[in-house]
């Protein structure tokens, strides 16, 4: 990795600075905590890591966090996995959600879009009565605090309800999209036995409407706890026998009670992708997603009143559980429910400018679609109104940084994030007083100690390491679903070096203090004894126009040897002929280096992905090493199953 200082592809003009809830943060702490007054960022960063009890104290009082009963102290045991975070609080997500409705009952909440790209507004009164009356009911129906409430629903305000109603009561929260066939679904909610379902009857995608009512009778089948069965008629169909409707739970006009709940009370379970076996079902807690959101949202996405905030998600990944925290900050939540690229690829640019967004998020894979499908976004929508422009759930290559420079505008903030279901937040990416470098992420975030580590656990500089941190974060999981002994928690994180949290990804920490994603660890290409990123290929091989995706692999074999194929899914027409096959593997050396040319380059007919769109490198090996399709991958978390057979008919032929 180069140390050389490159100049930034954008500075923030020191009113952009001056005005950054950061820099009015850190000259707040520096006359009430102690934090340095000068130094900027890094020095605020050094003092929220260095400090952490009295960083996260400050965060409470900044965002006038309501404990109903005070803390004893805000670490009660730092000790990893187990840290105890404000051991004698008691509050309520839900209640710090919908603060802004008693000082702007009028001012939209939520807006919503589908595919016809016209924005709805849900007023934050409405939203309020709404919570309030779904709450009753759900009290009504016997859920009490830490019973499970579950939702098969699209990314549309019933969902945000949902979830606000569940938090307030004290339940915990658990969600899958529509797209999740009812195996996957399965592999997830049977796990924490909900006691009330609620589900839609189908949903609108592509311009094409699917039916999701057999899905349904399914689940219902196959989650005997079930106490209530909620029905969304998005589709205009009856209510279906047995099931309770939407608009009667929600037509009373009441004020919300919220149950105060101990600090690490669950509030939601997410899950891992489950490539390799049933899916973790990480809890977090009401007290520690509050407390990180407010920070991430507030802090370093600069996010507040007035602000309108669009993430590109479904409610099957962790972003949108994020998007629905913008509420506590009181900025207006997106919610957009359909296509990514309908009716064409420009599609999210089109509901950016429909809702006046300030920060929009979306995946580096639609950053880099929409620079192979030459969209113009500045020349056909005005984006006057986006200061940030953020993506995450891959590194975005710098093809895509200087995409959006040039075809957004010059002056834009670009935050590529980075971060992971596991802690449902960053552990680096935005802030709104730092350059942005191309290809970089612009700094670890406040209260996280990240490092990158080598084998033998010694942190390092320009070089590549493990991506580790080093102290505990309020969101990291209070425990996994079904994981009595605390084993399968530990195993997933503290395993490699005992006490630090270990990640599964690579990384460079640069002397300039930005950070570079590189791949997953855990799929990690090893060539004689150098350890490379898959991320760092993908990019190179992908700007060459016939190639739509590819996948690379690195295998060791049994006689020492190491095989890494190249397999590339490439555009209708293109062909995988001598010429291409010259370009790829020059394009490689040159960008990149001889050793990261692949042995072979293997036209495939897909890139199989997770659920949540992240190309499964991990199960695609086991396959390639002879590990039966049953034993290497989970069915239900790939989005095509039938693309991997492609990997196990090659593995064949091989043996």
Not at 2 to 29: C, H, I, K
Not at 289 to 305: A, M, S, T, V, W
Not at 411 to 432: E, N, R
Not at 507 to 534: A, E, F, K, P, Y
Request: proline share 8%.
């Amino acid at each position: 990795m180069s140390t050389v200082n490159p100049e930034p592809l954008w500075r923030p003009d020191p009113q952009r600075t001056a005005e950054a809830q950061v820099t009015r943060f850190q000259t707040w702490a520096a006359e009430r905590h102690g934090a340095p007054s000068d130094g900027g960022y890094p020095a605020l960063h050094r003092w929220s890591v260095d400090e952490l009890e009295t960083f996260w104290k400050a965060v409470t009082e900044w965002f006038d966090v309501r404990f109903s009963t005070p803390f004893t102290r805000v670490l009660g045991d730092r000790a990893m996995p187990g840290a105890q975070w404000f051991p004698g609080a008691t509050l309520n997500y839900a209640e710090h959600a919908l603060r802004a409705a008693s000082s702007r009952p009028d001012e939209p909440a939520l807006l919503h879009v589908d595919e016809t790209h016209e924005p709805r507004p849900v007023t934050w009164a409405e939203l309020s009565r709404q919570v309030g009356s779904l709450a009753a009911e759900l009290r009504r129906l016997g859920v009490r605090p830490g019973d499970r409430v579950s939702a098969y629903l699209p990314n549309i305000p019933q969902a945000v309800v949902a979830l606000l109603a569940t938090a307030a009561v004290g339940g915990v929260w658990t969600s899958c999209a529509p797209d999740f066939g009812a195996r996957s679904v399965l592999d997830r909610f049977q796990q924490v036995e909900p006691v009330v379902l609620f589900t839609v009857d189908g949903y609108r995608y592509g311009g094409k409407e699917h039916d999701r009512r057999d899905v349904v009778a399914e689940l219902r089948r196959e989650l005997p706890g079930l106490r209530a069965v909620v029905h969304i008629p998005l589709l205009g169909t009856e209510t279906p026998k047995g099931a309770l409707d939407w608009s009667a739970l929600t037509a009373a006009d009441q004020e919300p009670t919220f149950e105060q709940v101990p600090f690490d009370h669950p509030l939601w379970v997410l899950y891992s992708s489950g490539t390799t076996g049933l899916p973790k079902a990480i809890v977090q807690s009401q007290g520690g997603i509050l407390l990180e959101h407010l920070k991430q949202l507030g802090l370093h996405c600069d996010l507040g009143p007035g602000d309108r905030f669009f993430w590109y998600t479904s409610t099957g990944w962790m972003m949108w559980n994020f998007l629905v925290s913008g509420l506590l900050t009181g900025t207006t939540v997106v919610l957009y429910d359909g296509s990514p690229g309908h009716p064409d690829t420009g599609a999210q640019w089109r509901i950016a400018e429909r809702t006046g967004a300030t920060l929009y998020g979306t995946s580096a894979a639609y950053v880099m679609a929409c620079g192979k499908a030459d969209v113009h976004p500045a020349r056909d929508f005005d984006l006057s109104k986006v200061r940030c422009v953020a993506t995450t759930g891959s590194p975005l290559p710098p093809d895509g940084f200087r995409w959006l420079h040039e075809e957004v505008r010059d002056d834009l903030w670009i935050a590529s994030v980075s971060g992971g279901t596991d802690v449902c937040s960053c552990f680096a990416g935005a802030v709104p007083t730092l350059p942005v470098y191309t290809g970089e992420l612009q700094a670890p975030c406040l209260g996280t100690d990240l490092q990158a580590w080598d084998p033998s656990g010694r942190p390092v500089v320009d070089e590549v390491g493990e991506l580790v941190v080093t102290n505990p974060m309020p969101s990291m999981p209070v425990y996994f679903w079904n994981d009595p002994d605390g084993s399968r928690y530990h195993d997933s994180y503290f395993d490699t070096y005992p006490g630090a949290w270990r990640h599964g990804d690579w990384i460079t920490l640069t002397s300039r203090g930005t950070v570079v994603i590189h791949g997953r660890s855990d799929s990690t290409l090893n060539r004689q004894g150098v350890r490379m990123g898959s991320a760092d290929i993908y990019e190179a091989v992908e700007r060459l126009p016939e190639i739509k995706e590819s996948l690379v692999i690195g295998i060791e074999q049994p006689d020492g040897g190491y095989w890494m194929p190249l397999f590339v899914h490439l555009v209708p027409g293109a062909v995988l002929d001598q010429a291409l096959l010259d370009r790829i593997k020059r394009t490689i050396r040159e960008e990149l280096s001889p050793r990261h040319v692949p042995d072979e380059v293997i036209e495939v007919p897909g890139v199989p992905h997770t659920l949540t769109g992240k190309r499964i490198e991990v199960p695609v090996k086991r396959l390639l090493q002879g590990t039966p399709l049953e034993k290497a991958v989970n069915p239900g978390s790939i989005d095509n199953l039938d693309l991997l057979h492609f990997y196990e008919d090659l593995a064949r032929k091989r043996a």
